[in-house]
């Protein structure tokens, strides 16, 4: 059985990283980043990360890779054994449903998306392929997640001030 608490830890002090803060007050945004994080990841099934992954890279080769140039077409090898493990898959759609809410609230969404992203490149060392697949990933279930939430109607206040106070805060 997978520990997927670990992840969530890791992707929660991720999410903080690119905040000023610092101590205690640190210690309470991962917090409350890691319980939001948490909530929204137990909705997302191994088996949809996978077909996600599937499709992301059936477009890969309509990004931009090392040195701005497209990034080459998955190969048949990566369809049986993605560039990502099904856990960087279920975090990029988890942090695309946060995504989603953050936009739906009139917040910034990419105080969501930026440190999955940074979380990517100086934790993990992905490849720029990589992150590509994670934002191909992330930016698809936004997109889809936005249009259900707004479909709804309008995004409750008490959503919207729990979203601005658990999501980390950008430095400009």
Known sequence: MINRRRPIRLLAAAA??????????????????????????????????????????????????ESNRPCAPA??????????????????????????????????????????IAYGKNQKKMSDRQLQLMTLIHGDFQRRQFAFYTGSGSCPADLRNQLDAELPKLDH
């Open 16 to 65: 903080t990283s690119v905040t000023l803060i610092c101590g205690p007050a640190a210690n309470r945004a991962e917090a409350a980043f890691e319980a939001i994080f948490e909530k929204y990841s137990a909705m997302v099934s191994d088996d949809h990360a996978k077909e996600a992954t599937k499709l992301a890279l059936t477009r890969l080769d309509q990004t931009t890779c």
């Open 75 to 116: 190969t048949p090898e990566e369809f049986t054994e993605p560039p990502i493990s099904t856990e960087d898959s279920r975090a990029a759609l988890t942090f695309g449903m946060i995504s989603a809410l953050a936009q739906w609230c009139g917040l910034d969404w990419k105080r969501n998306f930026l440190p999955m």
